[in-house]
Each structure stands twice: as structure tokens, then as C-alpha cells.
T-cell receptor, first 112, second 113 residues
Framework: DAKTTQPPSMDCAEGRAANLPCNHSTISGNEYVYWYRQIHSQGPQYIIHGLKNNETNEMASLIITEDRKSSTLILPHATLRDTAVYYCIVRGYNTNAGKSTFGDGTTLTVKP | SAVISQKPSRDICQRGTSLTIQCQVDSQVTMMFWYRQQPGQSLTLIATANQGSEATYESGFVIDKFPISRPNLTFSTLTVSNMSPEDSSIYLC??????????FGPGTRLTVL
């Protein structure tokens, strides 16, 4: 699985968009980008994943650069409940299913 | 998505004892995964549990310390044996979804005195 790099922490004002970057410069052609978050004292929660096209669901949007070496998770209107550690993970779609390598993630703090 | 429950949610144990953590999924799954999250750290995969076969352990984890059972397609247990304070962690059960996304249980917070 390709290695990912994320900033250790970020702040965001409530109601504003939170943009969380992830660098994955060694990603290979068949690897997907997955995002999870872990709210304090809870199990991680799946947010979204993508290969090369931008993706959007009810929780967030995922923007992947054309060269696929980086991506950005966007929470369009952050709330206090979005305060969590956000993990960006890269791995093959059909390989090592369930065996995700979690880095240190980004601690997002949403402030009133 | 899968709904996963774990028991107990937390426990405080004495050094040298063992604790068995249960994981129940609301649907049948081929593989279940056990992770450990030490205080202030990220998640580390302990092992993969397939029904009907021995669990596969990651580097640094051994069966004698973390025996796993997988009696059917919706249930698994992880035992933390001969515990020491270094075993104080959150233990998480996980399964994969149709798009290889992962779903996690709420975790078991273990404190070893």
C-alpha cells in the first residue's frame, strides 16, 4: 500500500468548509484513496473513497488531482460534531481487503 | 453498511489475567479483523480471522498472546492473554464492505493495572 502524508492538525470555523489534504505521491494505478474519521472514543467511520474521479456523498466530497498524487477531503459545512481524527488510506481495491494501514491522520478541530 | 457490536465496552483487569473480547456482526462476512489502538496512537492490525481456518497474525503479534476464535460467519473473539499494563489499549473489530471499505465496532477499552 502506498504511504500517505497528512498534516497533524487543522482548525476550521463552524459552518465553513473544511479542506483536509493528503499526499500519496507513490500511489499506483490500481490503488484507491479511502478516507475515515475517528471521533474521540469511538471506532473509525468510513467516509468516502475514490480512484481518479471526484466523488461526493452525503458526508463529504473527495477531490483527487489529475496525477493522483494527492487528494483533498472536503466537509462542506463543518459542525462541532465533525471534530475528529481524519485518516487518508491508499490501497488496492481487491487486495488485502480490510487490511488498512493507518497513519497518524489529521486532527480536525471545528471551533464555534 | 455493517453493524458491529463488541463486548465488553470497557474493562479494568489485573496484571497476569486474560480477557476475551467478543465481536458480533449483523451480517455474514468472510473475514473479520482485529485492530489495537494504544493510547494516543493510530490503529495497528493484529490479525485477520477467517471462518474455518486459523487466524493470520501480523508481524509483532502471536497466537499465544492474542488467540482468536471464529466459530461462524457473524462472530469472533479476541483474547488478550497474560496481560501487562502495556496491553492497555482500545481493541477494535472490523469487517469489509462491498467496496472494500471497512466498518468498525465501537471498540473495547482495556486498562491493565
Amino acid at each position: 500500500d502506498a504511504k500517505t502524508t497528512q498534516p497533524p492538525s487543522m482548525d476550521c470555523a463552524e459552518g465553513r468548509a473544511a479542506n483536509l489534504p493528503c499526499n500519496h505521491s507513490t500511489i499506483s494505478g490500481n490503488e484507491y484513496v479511502y478516507w475515515y474519521r475517528q471521533i474521540h472514543s469511538q471506532g473509525p467511520q468510513y467516509i468516502i473513497h475514490g480512484l481518479k474521479n471526484n466523488e461526493t456523498n452525503e458526508m463529504a466530497s473527495l477531490i483527487i488531482t489529475e496525477d493522483r498524487k494527492s487528494s483533498t477531503l472536503i466537509l462542506p459545512h463543518a459542525t462541532l460534531r465533525d471534530t475528529a481524527v481524519y485518516y487518508c488510506i491508499v490501497r488496492g481495491y481487491n487486495t488485502n481487503a480490510g487490511k488498512s494501514t493507518f497513519g497518524d491522520g489529521t486532527t480536525l478541530t471545528v471551533k464555534p | 453498511s455493517a453493524v458491529i457490536s463488541q463486548k465488553p465496552s470497557r474493562d479494568i483487569c489485573q496484571r497476569g489475567t486474560s480477557l476475551t473480547i467478543q465481536c458480533q456482526v449483523d451480517s455474514q462476512v468472510t473475514m473479520m479483523f482485529w485492530y489495537r489502538q494504544q493510547p494516543g496512537q493510530s490503529l495497528t492490525l493484529i490479525a485477520t480471522a477467517n471462518q474455518g481456518s486459523e487466524a493470520t497474525y501480523e508481524s509483532g503479534f502471536v497466537i499465544d498472546k492474542f488467540p482468536i476464535s471464529r466459530p461462524n460467519l457473524t462472530f469472533s473473539t479476541l483474547t488478550v492473554s497474560n496481560m501487562s499494563p502495556e496491553d492497555s489499549s482500545i481493541y477494535l473489530c472490523s469487517v469489509s464492505g462491498g467496496a472494500n471499505e471497512q466498518f468498525f465496532g465501537p471498540g473495547t477499552r482495556l486498562t491493565v493495572l
